[in-house]
């Protein structure tokens, strides 16, 4: 039998280049994300393994009608996100509340749909796409920060409550990966400022963490530099070289 991979966010960056591997794989996919354009082109891209499902799910009712839509798969992969600069006080409370439900209760949501199905089989994998900005404060990015920091720590406790049977999660944590992301958010200066070699593609992303959720891992740092500079993410020299590096240059 086939098997069958639910990827949140999968028309554009690391959610789409995931596609990309399992569909190789023979997977069959089911991608998820906002814009009904990109997800076609994925879909024509991808070919006749691929599902499409345009749904908001910085919303809890998008959310629910992607679970009412979808069997649960063999693999979930959770990878949907933005990121949304700005000084404390300067989003809205809806802005706010998007932003961490997109990024944490709404992955939340899915897991606590297709965690309890995957233990009845007695089988099956969660993949959690969070970010090093759960090892690290980042200041002007502090919601963000907050939310992968939420779901980080929720995926790492459900991959020991499902690993017993036989259902592993897996926690990814990315550095900077060149996908529209930043650019989306405004950000652009980023691309010039941070160098080239702090930066990862969404392959590398992709085939670091399938190689952690295939051998059961409960967290990955994708990125052999993230992983060497993991002490020192949250020391006070790495947040005043991040300032720099992040800084808007007139």
């Known amino acids: 039998m086939t098997q069958h991979a639910l990827i949140t966010g999968g028309s554009s ?5 995931y596609a990309h591997h399992l569909s190789l794989q023979g997977w069959r996919v089911s991608l998820a994300a906002q814009s009904t354009e990109k997800l076609e082109v994925a879909r024509k891209w991808l070919g006749p393994n691929t599902a499409t499902y345009a749904v908001n799910l910085a919303s809890s009712s998008g959310v629910a009608r992607l679970m009412e839509s979808v069997p649960v798969p063999d693999v979930l992969i959770a990878n949907a996100g933005i990121t949304r600069a700005g000084s404390v006080g300067t989003l809205s409370q809806g802005e706010s509340a998007d932003l961490q439900y997109l990024l944490c209760g ?12 995957m ?3 007695g089988s099956g994998r ?12 980042m200041p002007n990015s502090s919601i963000y920060a907050a939310a992968k920091t939420g779901v980080s720590a929720f995926g790492r406790s459900i991959h020991r409550e499902l690993k017993p ?12 990966v060149r996908t529209e992301i930043h650019a989306r958010a405004g950000l652009h200066h ?9 930066w990862l593609d969404p392959q590398t992303v992709v085939k670091e963490t399938e190689r952690a959720s295939l051998a059961g891992k409960e967290m990955i740092i994708a990125g ?8 020192f993410l949250g020391s006070r020299l790495a947040d005043v070289l991040w300032r720099q590096l992040t800084r808007r240059k007139r």
Do not use: F
């Not at 960056?13 to 280049?17: N, R």
């Not at 709404?106 to 199905?117: M, N, S, Y």
């Not at 049977?165 to 900077?176: F, K, M």
């Open 13 to 17: 960056g690391i959610g789409l280049a």
């Open 106 to 117: 709404g992955v939340i949501d899915l897991v606590q749909w297709a965690g309890p199905v």
């Open 119 to 121: 233990k009845a089989r």
């Open 126 to 137: 969660i993949v959690i796409i969070s970010s090093v900005a759960a090892e690290t404060p």
């Open 165 to 176: 049977h036989g259902v592993s999660v897996t926690v990814a944590l990315p550095g900077y």
């Open 190 to 198: 980023l691309a010039r400022q941070v160098p080239r070699w702090m």
């Open 224 to 231: 052999r530099v993230y992983r060497l500079t993991r002490p």
